[in-house]
């Protein structure tokens, strides 16, 4: 049983600047930050596999956010610059940790989630 616990959402004006923390307690393969925006799909945003600290984006926020972790504190970080009011939504924290072999971007890789941290970027 794996446990998260996000913090770091808050409101920002276009152009600022928010970190997102989760930490976990438990085995984690793999790291990731997913969004869901009223209406929309739940999208993948950022992904670190713990072991190797390998990183992968969607291309709407590449250059903008940074994935990091910090393997003492079993935790993972986004670090986003430049937000945009199209970054508003709901952040969630995902942990896979049984190593699935689907795309990061996939959902169903995630065997637990967090409960979610609101960011609101205002123009």
């Known amino acids: 049983q794996v446990q998260l616990v996000e913090s770091g959402g808050g409101s920002v004006q276009a152009g600022g600047s928010l970190r997102l923390s989760c930490a976990a307690s438990?085995?984690?393969?793999?790291m990731g930050w997913f969004r869901q925006a009223p209406g929309q799909e739940r999208e993948g945003v950022a992904v670190?596999?713990?072991?190797?600290?390998?990183?992968y984006y969607a291309d709407s926020v590449k250059g903008r956010f940074t994935i990091s972790q910090d393997n003492a504190k079993n935790s993972v970080y986004l670090l986003m610059n430049s937000l945009k009011p199209e970054d508003t939504a709901m952040y969630y924290c995902?942990?896979?940790?049984?190593?699935?072999?689907?795309?990061?971007?996939?959902?169903?890789?995630?065997?637990?989630w967090g409960q979610g941290t609101q960011v609101t970027v205002s123009s």
């Open positions: 995902a942990v896979d940790s049984r190593g699935r072999a689907l795309g990061w971007e996939r959902e169903q890789k995630y065997n637990y």
């Open positions: 670190i596999y713990r072991a190797s600290g390998s990183t």
């Open positions: 438990g085995h984690t393969y793999c």
